[in-house]
């Protein structure tokens, strides 16, 4: 891959690893809810009226976007919101990478190789020290959210691998037409009427959160998701996927220089295990190869049950 397209892959991930920053400004002045609501209302509407759906089956769509949109947000928001660290949001996350695999191979008997299984158990380790090191600190519900959410973003993996969309940044865009209605709804009955009203009164918080919102979805959305999936179309998933690991690596540093979070020792190592059992296990064997009819490069060996999403986009 050129250095022009490792710097446009790693620009991807400060982009999504600042948008955790993004997120935490915005849910000062938004519930949670009503905040996922709204970043992918001011997708889905310009997207139904200008982007084609893409064929693929209403199955697969719907699965992308209760997972990785409705599920993997919820969660990670209302985690954020109760109190788990805009840094450490950013890696848990991450365990969407080995609940991929396993969905994977129970739900539909994708192949998992070795090098798959110790990735696997390394970032389960890993996220086992993060969470007895959110017990000590009294913060283990939050992280078990936020967990959660790493697995909606697992069921979203697995139906954006089937879909197998011509355009997958059209199928990104209509994904995004799925969350807003089930937000809004459970938003009016969770954090009801008064609390929404609330929000938009204008207050201290209401610029640096519509800041957030709008970087959330211009940035980390729109920008970062097209980069990136010019990329992965242009080289195999396994050269481009493991600049993802970058994600948490830059949420947790700017959350440490401008939120001031401290990072335990423990959770520090916990972290190490996660991005590198994740990483190990998002690398191939072997190198490429060269597709004769289109000179691209191509991998060697079989490809995972899915390649990353757009991190906490």
């Known amino acids: 891959m050129p250095i022009s397209h490792r710097l446009l892959a790693a620009s991807v991930a400060v982009m999504w690893g600042l948008n955790f920053i993004a997120i935490d400004a915005s849910l ?4 949670p809810f009503l905040l996922v609501a709204l970043r992918f209302a001011i997708i889905a509407v310009p997207t139904l009226l200008l982007v084609p759906r893409p064929q693929v089956p209403v199955r697969w769509l719907l699965g992308y976007g209760i997972g990785f949109g409705t599920l993997q947000f919820l969660f990670l928001y209302w985690g954020m919101a109760v109190g788990m660290p805009t840094g450490l949001a950013s890696l848990v996350l991450q365990s969407s990478a080995p609940f991929t695999v396993l969905l994977g191979a129970v739900a539909f008997r994708d192949r998992v190789t070795a090098r798959q299984l110790v990735g696997l158990g390394v970032a389960t380790l890993g996220l ?3 969470g007895w090191s959110q017990a000590q600190a009294a913060a283990f519900a939050p992280f078990l959210l936020v967990l959660a959410g ?3 973003w697992a069921i979203g993996n697995v139906s954006n691998a089937r879909a197998r969309a011509a355009n997958p940044l ?8 799925v969350p807003p209605v089930p937000m809004l709804a459970l938003s009016l009955v969770v954090e009801g009427p008064d609390a929404i009203a609330a929000a938009f009164v204008p207050g201290p ?7 957030g919102l709008a970087y959330t979805v211009l940035i980390g959305t729109l920008v ?15 050269v481009v996927a493991p600049f993802s690991m970058l994600v948490p690596v830059v949420g947790l540093s700017a959350s440490a ?3 001031g979070e401290h990072i335990e020792v423990a959770t520090a190592l916990g972290a190490a295990l996660v991005i590198g059992g994740v990483l190990w296990g998002s690398l191939r064997k072997g190198g490429a190869r060269t597709s004769p009819a289109s000179g691209r490069a191509q991998e060697t060996v079989t490809a995972p049950p899915s390649t990353p999403e757009p991190v906490g986009s």
């Open 224 to 238: 970062g998701s097209g980069i990136w999936t010019w990329l992965m179309a242009r080289h195999p998933a396994g």
């Open 170 to 177: 059209h199928l990104t865009l209509w994904m995004s037409v």
């Open 128 to 130: 086992a020290v993060v």
């Open 150 to 152: 790493g697995f909606g």
């Open 28 to 31: 000062g002045q938004f519930p």
């Open 257 to 259: 220089v401008l939120l």
């Open 205 to 211: 918080h209401m610029v640096p959160a519509l800041v």
